[in-house]
């Protein structure tokens, strides 16, 4: 990034809700740096392939063009939604976490219905694997349709005149942003349906050279980054690393700081839904420089109590992500939220 004083280029998928949210961190970043910033639209295979995302190749199916753009220069800023993106850090590039929208997810149904009262037998649209698990764990009488496309075509499906679902979930943290809550007739408990890890946060990148000390865009992002934000995500993304787990993995995971805590819980269930696990665990917040170390250490630490209670028996994990072969810590096991199959 030569000229200061020259717009900064920001790298943004072409989608209403990417430009949306790409948007949002664009005002900012003018903020904060002074400097004007325009879009640049990158098209990635997700934009371009057809087929559920499990058969796309998952998460990253969104992410990689967006970050080649970054490491050739052709976008000095990419935001991505972070829970698109995998778990593994790429050299040379450096993200920051800010503030997190409603991580919940939201159901669209016909009618103000919710989850209890949809009829017997009702159509519910999701692409979403951890959803479609989660759903049928609570309501086995459902049809959970798969479905693909943007989230007015998706909206449509439940709630157009040519509507051919009774609902579809989708996060509420996009409708939010596109200014659609008027939409939602439920946000669904997290303990009912689980976030996907990352949900509802947004993932600013940028080259890590030019983030160093002095560089020209440091100052800005140690001011997007949001301290417990990032804790949170830490934690769930952890998780998602230890059980080597994709997008076709129905996994959950959603952590908060609160009060010097910061708590999480994770689900893994079964993709017909007969059989869920389910974890929770805290560690207290101390000192600023071991913080991310402990929620790096939290979503480890439930991962492997989830392997130890059988979740690679009951979700598609890599077969590198094997059961323990020590005891779990006992701390982290709470009889009140650990999931006996079927719960």
Known sequence: MGDVTAPLRLGTRASLLATTQSGLVAKRLEELTGRPVELVHIRTDGDVLTGSLASLGGTGVFVAALREALLDD???????????????????????????????????????????????????????????AQLRAARPDLDVVDIRG????????????????????????????????????????????????????????????????????????????????????????????RLEAGCAAPVGALARVDEGQ????????????????????SVALGAISGDDDAARDLG???????LADGAADLAPLAATAQRPTTTPDPALADPTEAGAPGS
């Not at 159901?107 to 694997?129: E, F, N, V, Y």
């Open 74 to 132: 052709r976008c000095d800023v990419a935001v991505h939604s972070l829970k698109d993106l995998p778990t593994a850090a790429v050299e040379g590039l450096t993200f920051v976490t800010p503030e997190r929208e409603d991580p919940r997810d939201a159901l669209c149904a016909r009618d103000g219905l919710t989850l209890d009262t949809l009829p017997r037998g009702a159509r519910i649209g999701t692409g979403s694997p951890r959803r479609a």
């Open 150 to 241: 943007n989230v007015d075509t998706r909206l449509k499906r439940a709630l157009g005149p040519d509507a051919d679902l009774d609902a579809v979930v989708l996060a509420c943290s996009g409708l939010a942003r596109l200014g659609r809550t008027d939409t939602v007739t439920q946000a669904l408990d997290p303990a009912v349906v689980a976030p996907a890890p990352g949900q509802g946060a947004l993932a600013v990148e940028a080259r890590t050279t030019d983030l160093a000390p002095g560089g020209p865009l440091a100052a800005a992002f140690a001011a997007l980054d949001h301290r417990a934000t990032r804790l949170s995500v830490t934690a769930e993304r952890a998780v998602l690393a």
């Open 262 to 281: 910061l708590t999480l819980t994770a689900v893994v269930a079964r993709v017909d839904g007969t059989e869920k696990l389910r974890h929770r665990a």
């Open 300 to 306: 480890v630490r439930v991962a492997e109590a989830l």
